[in-house]
């Protein structure tokens, strides 16, 4: 029976860190691409869907920043299922509900319309999480550093 390696604290407070700084570094550019997308003349389906990418991305990140010993693989599902609740709960509408939505912190974290769509721009967005992650963070694994 193997016994259980202890936690490295140092590392995982590097990995937050890491994390933290690439979803500062994604919500910027959400909110430039949201900001200055139509004024700069891109096409609304760039500005559209890359908020969204982006909008899954940030949440892939923050969800690896409050859960850092968890796989990616499992950073992505937890990722994804958060998406998909936002996604549904705009075809919930309560008066308290649709008032945050109208507020631009409301429009930028639920949004304001239920689109299928944005559950294929969320999915893209977790992907491109998951590739920065591992292309930002490595793991000492038993010597060697793993992906």
């Known amino acids: 029976m193997q016994a259980k390696q202890p936690v490295n604290t140092l590392a995982l407070r590097q990995i937050s860190l890491i994390r ?7 919500i910027a550019c ?10 700069l003349g891109l096409p609304a389906f760039l500005v559209k869907y890359g908020g969204s990418l982006l909008w899954a991305t940030m949440v892939f990140l923050l969800v690896g920043l409050l859960l850092p010993r968890l796989t990616r693989s499992q950073l992505a599902v937890i990722a994804m299922a ?66």
């Open 20 to 26: 933290l700084a690439l979803a500062l570094v994604v």
């Open 82 to 147: 958060v998406a998909v609740v936002v996604e549904f709960s705009r075809l919930v509408h309560t008066p308290w509900l649709d008032a945050f939505r109208l507020t631009t912190a409301g429009a930028l974290l639920l949004g304001r319309i239920f689109s299928l769509w944005n559950l294929a721009a969320y999915a893209v967005g977790i992907g491109v999480g998951v590739w920065i992650d591992r292309l930002a963070v490595t793991r000492p694994v038993s010597g060697h550093s793993a992906n």
């Open 30 to 39: 959400g909110l430039s691409l949201r900001w200055y997308g139509f004024p």
